[in-house]
Protein backbone atom coordinates (compact mmCIF):
# COMPACT_ATOMS: atom_id res chain seq x y z
CA UNK A 1 0.00 0.00 0.00
CA UNK A 2 1.19 3.40 -0.83
CA UNK A 3 -0.04 4.50 2.96
CA UNK A 4 -1.55 3.62 6.10
CA UNK A 5 -5.63 2.57 4.80
CA UNK A 6 -6.36 3.48 8.55
CA UNK A 7 -5.62 7.41 7.45
CA UNK A 8 -7.86 6.85 5.12
CA UNK A 9 -10.63 5.11 7.43
CA UNK A 10 -10.16 8.06 9.62
CA UNK A 11 -10.71 10.70 6.91
CA UNK A 12 -14.11 9.20 5.73
CA UNK A 13 -15.02 8.30 9.09
CA UNK A 14 -15.69 4.48 8.59
CA UNK A 15 -13.88 1.35 9.72
CA UNK A 16 -14.43 -1.59 7.43
CA UNK A 17 -14.53 -5.30 8.89
CA UNK A 18 -13.30 -6.73 6.41
CA UNK A 19 -9.94 -4.98 5.33
CA UNK A 20 -9.95 -6.99 1.96
CA UNK A 21 -12.75 -5.03 0.40
CA UNK A 22 -10.63 -1.84 0.98
CA UNK A 23 -7.36 -3.01 -0.26
CA UNK A 24 -9.65 -4.55 -3.38
CA UNK A 25 -11.17 -1.24 -4.16
CA UNK A 26 -7.71 0.46 -3.62
CA UNK A 27 -6.08 -2.16 -6.35
CA UNK A 28 -5.97 -0.70 -10.17
CA UNK A 29 -5.87 -3.31 -12.75
CA UNK A 30 -2.61 -2.26 -13.58
CA UNK A 31 -1.19 -3.56 -10.37
CA UNK A 32 -3.55 -6.82 -9.84
CA UNK A 33 -2.33 -7.72 -13.45
CA UNK A 34 1.46 -7.21 -12.31
CA UNK A 35 0.92 -8.72 -9.65
CA UNK A 36 -0.05 -11.36 -11.26
CA UNK A 37 -3.55 -11.87 -9.88
CA UNK A 38 -7.05 -12.72 -11.69
CA UNK A 39 -8.74 -9.38 -13.16
CA UNK A 40 -11.48 -9.75 -11.30
CA UNK A 41 -9.31 -9.27 -8.09
CA UNK A 42 -9.00 -5.43 -8.95
CA UNK A 43 -11.55 -2.78 -8.09
CA UNK A 44 -13.39 -3.00 -11.41
CA UNK A 45 -16.24 -5.34 -9.79
CA UNK A 46 -16.56 -2.95 -7.11
CA UNK A 47 -16.13 0.05 -9.19
CA UNK A 48 -19.57 -1.43 -10.92
CA UNK A 49 -21.11 -2.18 -7.79
CA UNK A 50 -20.39 1.60 -6.52
CA UNK A 51 -21.24 3.05 -9.64
CA UNK A 52 -25.07 1.54 -8.70
CA UNK A 53 -24.88 2.51 -5.47
CA UNK A 54 -24.12 6.44 -6.10
CA UNK A 55 -26.66 6.62 -8.52
CA UNK A 56 -29.11 5.50 -5.92
CA UNK A 57 -28.11 7.77 -3.37
CA UNK A 58 -27.87 10.65 -5.35
CA UNK A 59 -31.64 9.73 -7.94
CA UNK A 60 -33.35 9.15 -3.73
CA UNK A 61 -31.81 12.38 -2.28
CA UNK A 62 -32.32 14.61 -4.75
CA UNK A 63 -36.17 13.62 -5.32
CA UNK A 64 -36.87 13.91 -1.75
CA UNK A 65 -35.38 17.06 -1.67
CA UNK A 66 -37.11 18.49 -4.95
CA UNK A 67 -40.28 17.29 -4.47
CA UNK A 68 -41.74 19.46 -7.42
CA UNK A 69 -38.79 18.99 -9.98
CA UNK A 70 -39.45 17.54 -13.62
CA UNK A 71 -38.04 14.18 -14.00
CA UNK A 72 -35.57 15.69 -16.88
CA UNK A 73 -34.37 18.57 -14.39
CA UNK A 74 -33.71 15.71 -11.59
CA UNK A 75 -31.53 13.59 -14.42
CA UNK A 76 -29.58 16.32 -15.17
CA UNK A 77 -28.50 17.32 -11.44
CA UNK A 78 -27.82 13.44 -11.02
CA UNK A 79 -25.70 13.60 -14.14
CA UNK A 80 -23.74 17.26 -12.59
CA UNK A 81 -22.79 15.33 -9.73
CA UNK A 82 -21.67 11.49 -11.24
CA UNK A 83 -19.34 12.96 -13.82
CA UNK A 84 -16.05 12.11 -14.20
CA UNK A 85 -14.52 15.39 -12.80
CA UNK A 86 -17.08 15.54 -9.87
CA UNK A 87 -16.00 12.27 -8.33
CA UNK A 88 -12.28 13.36 -9.39
CA UNK A 89 -12.67 16.26 -6.97
CA UNK A 90 -14.32 14.10 -4.24
CA UNK A 91 -11.69 11.62 -4.76
CA UNK A 92 -8.98 14.53 -4.15
CA UNK A 93 -10.68 15.98 -1.09
CA UNK A 94 -10.20 12.90 0.88
CA UNK A 95 -6.70 12.37 -0.44
CA UNK A 96 -7.68 8.88 -2.50
CA UNK A 97 -4.91 9.10 -4.60
CA UNK A 98 -1.67 8.41 -2.53
CA UNK A 99 -4.01 5.22 -1.46
CA UNK A 100 -4.61 3.56 -4.78
CA UNK A 101 -2.06 0.68 -5.53
CA UNK A 102 -0.97 0.69 -9.28
CA UNK A 103 1.45 -1.31 -11.46
CA UNK A 104 5.02 0.38 -11.81
CA UNK A 105 4.01 2.27 -15.09
CA UNK A 106 0.73 3.80 -14.19
CA UNK A 107 2.50 4.78 -11.02
CA UNK A 108 5.14 6.13 -12.91
CA UNK A 109 2.89 8.01 -14.80
CA UNK A 110 1.49 9.82 -11.99
CA UNK A 111 -1.77 7.70 -12.60
CA UNK A 112 -2.89 8.67 -8.56
CA UNK A 113 -3.69 12.32 -10.14
CA UNK A 114 -5.36 11.46 -13.14
CA UNK A 115 -9.28 12.38 -12.86
CA UNK A 116 -10.45 8.57 -14.32
CA UNK A 117 -8.40 6.73 -11.98
CA UNK A 118 -9.47 8.92 -9.11
CA UNK A 119 -13.24 8.79 -9.85
CA UNK A 120 -13.01 5.24 -10.73
CA UNK A 121 -11.50 4.41 -7.68
CA UNK A 122 -14.10 6.63 -5.37
CA UNK A 123 -17.00 4.50 -6.56
CA UNK A 124 -14.74 1.39 -6.07
CA UNK A 125 -14.44 2.69 -2.41
CA UNK A 126 -18.42 3.24 -2.41
CA UNK A 127 -19.17 -0.09 -3.58
CA UNK A 128 -16.92 -1.66 -0.71
CA UNK A 129 -18.29 0.43 1.59
CA UNK A 130 -21.63 -0.98 0.77
CA UNK A 131 -20.78 -4.48 0.76
CA UNK A 132 -18.88 -3.93 4.22
CA UNK A 133 -22.02 -1.92 6.01
CA UNK A 134 -25.03 -1.84 3.89
CA UNK A 135 -26.90 0.84 1.99
CA UNK A 136 -27.51 3.24 5.38
CA UNK A 137 -23.08 2.71 5.67
CA UNK A 138 -22.92 3.52 1.85
CA UNK A 139 -25.25 6.52 2.03
CA UNK A 140 -23.76 8.14 4.59
CA UNK A 141 -20.26 7.71 2.81
CA UNK A 142 -22.03 9.49 -0.42
CA UNK A 143 -23.66 12.32 1.61
CA UNK A 144 -20.95 13.28 3.34
CA UNK A 145 -18.59 13.31 0.27
CA UNK A 146 -20.94 13.98 -2.55
CA UNK A 147 -24.01 15.54 -1.85
CA UNK A 148 -23.05 17.86 0.96
CA UNK A 149 -20.77 19.53 -1.86
CA UNK A 150 -24.14 19.82 -4.42
CA UNK A 151 -23.67 23.45 -5.47
CA UNK A 152 -20.77 22.88 -5.99
CA UNK A 153 -19.99 20.11 -8.30
CA UNK A 154 -23.46 21.10 -9.74
CA UNK A 155 -21.31 24.30 -11.00
CA UNK A 156 -18.67 22.40 -11.89
CA UNK A 157 -20.52 20.49 -14.41
CA UNK A 158 -22.19 23.38 -15.78
CA UNK A 159 -20.40 26.36 -14.93
CA UNK A 160 -18.22 26.82 -18.33
CA UNK A 161 -21.46 26.44 -20.26
CA UNK A 162 -23.37 28.74 -18.32
CA UNK A 163 -20.09 31.53 -17.63
CA UNK A 164 -20.25 31.49 -21.95
CA UNK A 165 -23.77 32.23 -22.16
CA UNK A 166 -23.36 35.10 -19.61
CA UNK A 167 -20.38 36.86 -21.67
CA UNK A 168 -22.58 36.03 -24.94
CA UNK A 169 -25.08 37.65 -23.50
CA UNK A 170 -23.43 41.01 -23.09
CA UNK A 171 -22.27 42.34 -26.63
CA UNK A 172 -18.92 43.06 -26.83
CA UNK A 173 -17.66 41.10 -23.90
CA UNK A 174 -14.91 38.67 -24.74
CA UNK A 175 -14.31 35.20 -22.32
CA UNK A 176 -10.95 33.82 -22.18
CA UNK A 177 -8.58 31.20 -19.93
CA UNK A 178 -5.30 31.29 -19.52
CA UNK A 179 -3.86 27.82 -18.16
CA UNK A 180 -0.69 26.81 -16.53
CA UNK A 181 1.15 23.43 -15.02
CA UNK A 182 2.07 24.31 -11.41
CA UNK A 183 4.84 22.16 -10.10
CA UNK A 184 5.39 23.52 -6.91
CA UNK A 185 6.26 19.60 -4.83
CA UNK A 186 3.97 16.59 -4.91
CA UNK A 187 0.78 18.61 -2.49
CA UNK A 188 0.86 21.46 -5.21
CA UNK A 189 1.10 19.59 -8.56
CA UNK A 190 -1.72 20.56 -11.45
CA UNK A 191 -2.84 23.19 -13.20
CA UNK A 192 -3.67 26.66 -12.31
CA UNK A 193 -6.34 28.64 -14.96
CA UNK A 194 -7.42 32.01 -14.62
CA UNK A 195 -10.66 33.12 -16.15
CA UNK A 196 -10.53 36.22 -18.14
CA UNK A 197 -13.36 38.65 -18.92
CA UNK A 198 -12.50 41.50 -20.76
CA UNK A 199 -9.11 40.18 -20.11
CA UNK A 200 -9.20 41.13 -16.59
CA UNK A 201 -9.28 37.93 -14.06
CA UNK A 202 -11.88 37.33 -12.34
CA UNK A 203 -11.48 34.14 -10.76
CA UNK A 204 -8.70 31.68 -10.68
CA UNK A 205 -9.23 27.32 -10.42
CA UNK A 206 -7.21 24.68 -9.69
CA UNK A 207 -7.18 21.16 -10.57
CA UNK A 208 -5.08 17.89 -11.50
CA UNK A 209 -6.24 18.29 -15.14
CA UNK A 210 -6.59 21.57 -17.27
CA UNK A 211 -9.74 20.79 -18.00
CA UNK A 212 -10.82 20.44 -14.13
CA UNK A 213 -8.95 23.58 -13.71
CA UNK A 214 -10.73 25.39 -15.84
CA UNK A 215 -13.84 23.92 -14.93
CA UNK A 216 -13.15 24.90 -11.47
CA UNK A 217 -12.19 28.16 -12.51
CA UNK A 218 -15.88 28.61 -14.35
CA UNK A 219 -17.74 27.76 -11.09
CA UNK A 220 -16.10 30.30 -9.05
CA UNK A 221 -16.66 32.91 -11.30
CA UNK A 222 -20.39 31.78 -11.57
CA UNK A 223 -20.56 32.58 -7.58
CA UNK A 224 -18.97 35.10 -7.89
CA UNK A 225 -20.82 36.98 -10.49
CA UNK A 226 -24.45 34.96 -8.97
CA UNK A 227 -24.81 33.32 -12.06
CA UNK A 228 -26.98 30.51 -11.61
Do not use: W
Amino acid sequence: MNADTGLLEKTICYSFKDKGLLEQALSHPSYSAEAGLPRYKSNQRLEFLGDAVLELVISDYLYREHREAEEGRLTRQRQSLVFEAALAVCAERIGLGRFIRLGVGEAASRGYEKPSILSDTFEAVIGAVYLDGGYDAAKSFVHSFVTDSIDELTLLNDGKSLIQQYVQNKPGNTLSYNTDYVDKNDRERGFKADLLINDEVVSTGFGRSKKTAEQDAAGKACRKLNIR
